[in-house]
């Protein structure tokens, strides 16, 4: 004990350091896929600030002896590569949520014709049509109104309760990962569909016009019909689409877990 200041000195042994970097690796493996925290807006040190500190809340504080031995840099590095792949697969069925509503947005966007101007994303990292990044922005905005961040979190915690560190890297099941993917894009084509309807109703009337009155340039005509046509019809499905939205993030969580085959 310090004389001067009647404190006890806290002392991190290598193991205590080596097992907070293997939980970081995890927890921003994770966080990087998820367009909310990892998109190219924020700031990477505001992402390695953000990881730190979720490494700290969700790694049991267990302090280890100061003469522990630290795990071989061999083994260590074979570690981190586990903690890799795990953050990486949770991560991404934590992504393919929001993947699921990408897929309504670009469909709508090419079937109105707003998919032919393309513009940068950077919520998404990739190029978009307007009404794709209008659909995209209400979606995460909508995440964070209804908490799903804690639904998020509380997903991120569990991983850690489900495969603990310094552990062997548990069977992972093909199945439920090609399961879960080819669930979630049928959700992104179903929720699209009301709207692209209204749409290729809209075509097949354009059509049937074109043969009444071929004089009518109906390519000019149709485009702006279109435009509209898929405005209205998106403003009608949004009270629609918020149950897909909570049942969406309500399993968030749950799918990190399904995918790591817990």
């Known amino acids: 004990m310090s004389e001067?200041?009647?404190?006890?000195?806290?002392?991190?042994?290598?193991?205590?350091?080596?097992?907070?970097?293997?939980?970081?690796?995890?927890?921003?493996?994770?966080?990087?896929?998820?367009?909310?925290?990892?998109?190219?807006?924020?700031?990477?040190?505001?992402?390695?600030?953000?990881?730190a500190v979720l490494a700290i809340i969700v790694l049991p504080w267990n302090p280890l002896p100061a003469n522990v031995d630290a795990i071989p840099w061999m083994l260590y590095a074979a570690l981190i590569m586990r903690e890799l792949i795990?953050?990486?697969?949770?991560?991404?069925?934590?992504?393919?949520?929001?993947?699921?509503?990408?897929?309504?947005?670009?469909?709508?966007?090419?079937?109105?014709?707003?998919?032919?101007?393309?513009?940068?994303?950077?919520?998404?990292?990739?190029?978009?049509?307007?009404?794709?990044?209008?659909?995209?922005?209400?979606?995460?905005?909508?995440?964070?109104?209804?908490?799903?961040?804690?639904?998020?979190?509380?997903g991120l915690q569990a991983t850690f309760v489900v495969l603990p560190l310094n552990q062997a890297l548990p069977e992972i099941n093909p199945g439920a990962l090609l399961t879960l993917t080819s669930g979630l894009i049928t959700a992104g084509v179903q929720m699209a569909l009301p709207v692209v309807g209204a749409l290729f109703l809209t075509?097949?009337?354009?059509?049937?016009?074109?043969?009444?009155?071929?004089?009518?340039?109906?390519?000019?005509?149709?485009?702006?019909?279109?435009?509209?046509?898929?405005?209205f019809a998106l403003s009608l499905m949004f009270n629609f689409f918020i149950p897909s939205l909570d049942q969406a993030f309500?399993?968030?969580?749950?799918?990190m877990l399904q995918i790591l085959g817990a």
């Not at 001067?4 to 896929?33: E, Y």
């Not at 309500?250 to 799918?255: A, E, S």
């Open 203 to 231: 075509d097949l009337t354009l059509g049937l016009l074109s043969k009444v009155a071929p004089q009518i340039n109906v390519f000019f005509l149709g485009l702006p019909i279109k435009v509209w046509v898929g405005i």
């Open 86 to 154: 795990v953050g990486l697969l949770a991560g991404f069925a934590a992504a393919l949520t929001f993947g699921a509503f990408q897929i309504t947005g670009k469909l709508i966007d090419m079937s109105s014709g707003f998919g032919a101007g393309q513009v940068f994303n950077p919520a998404m990292s990739e190029a978009g049509g307007t009404l794709d990044q209008f659909f995209i922005l209400v979606v995460m905005l909508y995440f964070l109104l209804t908490n799903g961040h804690h639904v998020f979190l509380q």
């Open 4 to 51: 001067r200041t009647g404190l006890i000195p806290m002392i991190i042994s290598i193991a205590q350091a080596q097992l907070f970097f293997l939980a970081l690796t995890r927890v921003l493996a994770i966080l990087v896929q998820v367009p909310v925290f990892g998109s190219e807006v924020v700031p990477t040190q505001t992402k390695i600030g953000l990881g």
């Open 250 to 255: 309500k399993n968030l969580g749950p799918r």
